[in-house]
Every structure is written in C-alpha cells, then in structure tokens.
C-alpha cells in the first residue's frame, strides 16, 4: 500500500455500483478517478514516484486490456520507457503469442505481440482492477514466453476477499496496489 492519505483520497473518488453486472456485485469504478484532472494526476504520480526508483524502475510497461492501457501508457510516458499492449484475442494487427485463462463463466484470451518485449526486459504489468487474478496472471505469462522478467504487478484496486492478489502473489509475482476494497 502507499500513503495513507492518498489511498484515502482515491477512495472516496472510486464509485461503487451495487448490482452491476449483476445482483449481488458492487462494481468498483475507477472512472471518477480519470475524469478529475487533480485526481488523475495524484493516481498517475503515486505509481510513478513509486517506480521512479532505481530498484523498481522497469524498462518497459505493459498494460492489460482496456484500463490498463489507459494508466500504463501515461505512467510509461511519465517514466520515460516504452509501453506494450496486452489485448483481447483478434485486436493486434502481427504476429501475437497467446494465453488462455479461466472466467467464473467460461474462458478468455489474451494475446501480445511477438516483438512486445526483449529477452531480460524487467517490465512493470499494470491494470485497474485486482478480482480473480486470471487476466494478470495470464499477462505475465505471455510476457515470460518472450523471455521478460515481470518485476511487478500493479493495480489502484486490489479485491481480496476474491482471492486474485493471494493467488498472484503464490506464483511469485510481486504486487503494487493503492487502494483494497473488502467485499464483493
């Protein structure tokens, strides 16, 4: 976790939807925060001060499908490093690995493209939201079969009590969030 006061002031600009998408589920929606410019601006500078440091600094920031792209591509600018698409299986123009993963209701792919990254390249994977872990976990795969080493995962939300961020951390990959929310 980070600062106290940050976590808690990106808190209270994180919308909760209940039942959405459907009823039981309280939705966290992160858009609040991309539509105040004073808000974005204390998001995007709390991962990159984090990652301005030289230990954590990584070469290259890949983003998942479709908000990571949104905070990784700035964060990447920000950092002065290159930035990577993980995108949806069919949305990338070359030639792509690809990674199948497991939903609560059935299964997905993601796929990158094969000149994405460089063998050795410490890359910093990013995305909104922390749930089940699978689309995560399937970035950093796709990224080790091109011979990157995913330094960290990061996220602004991290939902516990769904067990991603535990299942994640159990296959060795290091995570950066802002904010937890407990419940579903």
Do not use: C
């Amino acid at each position: 976790m980070y600062n106290t006061s940050v976590n808690q002031y990106l808190r209270e600009h994180i919308r909760t939807v209940m039942d959405w998408p459907a009823p039981g589920v309280q939705f966290r929606d992160i858009t609040p925060l991309l539509q105040d410019a004073k808000v974005f601006r204390v998001l995007i500078d709390a991962f990159v001060h984090r990652y301005m440091d030289p230990a954590l600094r990584p070469d290259v920031v890949a983003g998942l499908d479709a908000r990571g792209f949104i905070i990784g591509s700035v964060i990447a600018y920000e950092l002065g490093v290159g930035f990577v698409p993980i995108r949806k299986k069919g949305k990338l123009p070359f030639t792509t690995v690809e990674e199948t993963y497991e939903l609560e209701y059935g299964s997905a792919t993601v796929e990158l493209h094969v000149d994405a990254v460089k063998v050795g390249h410490r890359v910093l994977l990013i995305d909104d939201l922390i749930a089940t872990g699978g689309t995560m976990m399937a970035g950093k795969k796709l990224l080790e079969k091109l011979g990157a080493e995913v330094m960290e995962g990061a996220a602004i939300v991290d939902l516990p009590e769904l067990g991603g961020s535990a299942k994640l951390r159990a296959n060795g990959l290091p995570l950066f969030t802002l904010v937890d929310f407990e419940g579903m």
